[in-house]
């Protein structure tokens, strides 16, 4: 199975800040990736697919970038809004499907 | 737009079964392909499994093979999850989610996703 990594665990942010979250694959999955954002008590809502493609409805201050192993979600300008949960997730090997372990965004 | 809507929360025995029910309102269950992830409390997510519109089957995760089951009432369009010989590290919220239809082909991520059902499994 192909394992996701992601960094930080938890990251401190403020209002207007750039954030950068990183997932790592324990093998190529080209761009076979997507991010997701997960509030409390609230389903996971998908971000990016495809490594890069906004999912319709989702800000532009969200983006994402890599292939192969590397990835990165960045947030442009934080908003309230923001502060939650995300999780990358590879499509390149099915079965199984599989998530990072998350990484949580916090306000400073 | 489609809509899932998911049975209330649950409370079961250990070695007691649970039927989760996920509803379908927007595209027929025949349109989609449904899987079902789960998420301990405090923890991450998991995939449990689903349909796999490349071959037409359901396909399971390795670590619930024996123990789930998951089914589709095309004339209700709702999909069930049942998981068996439950223990206490089933206790998760258990979520349907629905593949990314890609004007036909299908990704495997998931664009819709059901509101959650609490499943706790408690003596």
């Known amino acids: 199975d192909i394992q996701m990594t992601q960094s930080p665990s938890s990251v401190s942010a403020s209002v207007g800040d750039r954030v950068t979250i990183t997932c790592r694959a324990s093998?190529?999955?080209?761009?076979?990736l997507a991010w997701y954002q997960q509030k409390p008590g609230k389903a996971p809502k998908l971000l990016i697919y495809?490594?890069?493609s906004l999912q319709s409805g989702v800000p532009s201050r969200f983006s994402g970038s890599g292939s192969g192993t590397d990835f990165t979600l960045t947030i442009s300008s934080l908003q309230p809004e923001d502060f939650a949960t995300y999780y990358c997730?590879?499509?390149?090997?099915?079965?199984?499907?599989?998530f990072g372990q998350g990484t949580r965004l916090e306000i400073k | 737009q489609v809509q899932l809507v998911q049975s209330g929360a649950e409370v079961k025995k250990p070695g007691a079964s649970v039927k989760v029910s996920c509803k379908v309102s927007?595209?027929?269950?025949?349109?989609?392909?449904m899987h079902w992830v789960r998420q301990a409390p405090g923890k991450g997510l998991e995939w449990m499994g689903g349909?796999?519109?490349?071959?037409?089957?359901?396909i399971y995760a390795q670590k619930f093979q024996g123990r789930v089951t998951m089914t589709e009432d095309t004339s209700t369009d709702t999909a069930y999850m049942e998981l068996s010989s439950l223990r206490s590290e089933d206790t998760a919220v258990y979520y349907c989610?629905?593949?990314?239809?890609?004007?036909?082909?299908?990704?495997?991520?998931?664009?819709?996703w059901g509101q959650g059902t609490l499943v706790t499994v408690s003596s």
């Open positions: 989610a629905t593949l990314y239809d890609s004007s036909g082909y299908y990704l495997y991520y998931f664009d819709y």
């Open positions: 495809a490594a890069s």
């Open positions: 349909f796999d519109p490349e071959d037409g089957e359901t």
């Open positions: 093998q190529g999955i080209s761009s076979w």
């Open positions: 927007g595209y027929t269950l025949t349109e989609l392909s």
């Open positions: 997730q590879q499509a390149n090997s099915f079965p199984p499907i599989t």
